[in-house]
């Protein structure tokens, strides 16, 4: 069992910088792929970015690719999200997943067994 809890949200302006945290209890977090996803109000779902366990693939949202990157440091049991160069597109409600442990990358919501309760992000124009 994994449990996730995502911090770092708020109002920044169009252009600025935010970086989410996402902090996991449970062991062999090390093992599991992660993934940042997105719910703006009234759309559905959408995959941000994600990082496979051991770091060694990540995979980008072509909307938020060059301006966001996503890391983690396994012997904290915590994942990242660097946004920047933001924009009022970017405002959402955004949620780390992770899956594993030993399960492949992937940009579908429904593979992923563990969520965060979210931080809202907003951007101002």
């Known amino acids: 069992q994994v449990q996730l809890v995502e911090s770092g949200g708020g109002l920044v302006q169009a252009g600025g910088s935010l970086r989410l945290s996402c902090a996991a209890s449970g062991r062999a977090f090390s093992r599991y792929a992660v993934a940042w996803f997105r719910q703006a109000p009234g759309k559905e779902r959408e995959f941000v970015a994600s990082m496979s366990w051991g770091g060694a693939t990540t995979d980008y949202a072509e909307s938020v690719k060059g301006r966001f990157t996503v890391s983690r440091d396994d012997a904290k049991n915590t994942m990242y999200l660097q946004m920047n160069s933001l924009k009022p597109e970017d405002t959402a409600l955004y949620y780390c997943?992770?899956?594993?442990?030993?399960?492949?990358?992937?940009?579908?919501?429904?593979?992923?067994?563990?969520w965060g309760q979210g931080t809202q992000v907003t951007v101002s124009s």
């Open positions: 997943a992770a899956v594993g442990p030993g399960a492949v990358l992937n940009r579908f919501a429904g593979a992923f067994e563990y």
